[in-house]
């Protein structure tokens, strides 16, 4: 690994939520795994008393029901500010599987409880970088987390997914992976690899929109 801030440190970061709509739903888990030297040495997990039910789908996912969030949770804007402040406070970027739900469902967050948005140029997206660099991943559904991280190697068993523990602790190892495999990224400072996956994301999404406009009609 030929980059000092990797060696430093990131945080990979997952959230587990009530649904998917980021401007409405709520994160019921979330955890911050810090990596350093390519290994995970210190995970920080929570869990918030959310003020919404938690549908059945979402609670058959990461396993918590609404009783259990509001028996055992902390207060959400307690929770969310912890969250900020240990990601912030930190110092170090932050790698997600999907930074493009993770981090604004994170900010919506915040902000519905009077808190400040995470700081611009923080964030890392291991699912963009796959994209980018892997192009023609053949399958349905092979761009998930758990046929992802298999692609590159990484060995969890299915006991470990599902929860944001877990898998935090993929993502990373992931971006770990691609480090090594994709030279380009290696040589970008944490700032650089953020402002570029943003570019990427967009560049990916008008291509798939140029795709969908050249499909036939059903």
């Not at 349905?140 to 006991?159: C, F, M, N, V």
Request: charged residues 25%; contains cysteine.
């Amino acid at each position: 690994m030929t980059n000092a801030w990797i060696d430093q440190g990131f945080i990979a970061f997952d959230t587990e939520t009530t649904g998917i709509d980021v401007s409405l739903e709520r994160i019921v888990t979330a955890a911050a795994v810090t990596f350093i030297g390519g290994e995970p040495l210190d995970a920080q997990s929570w869990l918030l008393a959310v003020d919404v039910e938690i549908p059945e789908a979402a609670s058959a996912v990461h396993g918590v029901t609404t009783e259990m969030s509001r028996a055992s949770g902390v207060d959400q804007r307690a929770g969310l500010a912890a969250m900020r402040s240990h990601l912030v406070d930190s110092g170090l970027p932050i790698v997600c599987f999907k930074s493009d739900f993770d981090i604004p469902i994170f900010d919506a967050n915040l902000v519905r409880c009077g808190l400040e948005p995470l700081p611009p140029n923080l964030a890392v997206c291991a699912f963009v970088i796959d994209k980018q660099f892997n192009k023609y991943v053949r399958g349905k559904a092979q761009r998930r987390l758990q046929p992802t991280a298999a692609r590159y190697g990484i060995e969890l068993s299915d006991d470990d997914w599902h929860g944001a523990e877990a898998d935090a602790i993929a993502a990373g190892r992931i971006f770990l992976a691609e480090l090594a495999a994709y030279s380009d990224i290696a040589a970008m400072s944490g700032v650089e690899l953020s402002r570029a996956v943003e570019s990427w994301r967009e560049e990916q999404d008008r291509e798939f929109r140029e795709w969908l406009a050249r499909q036939p009609p059903r």
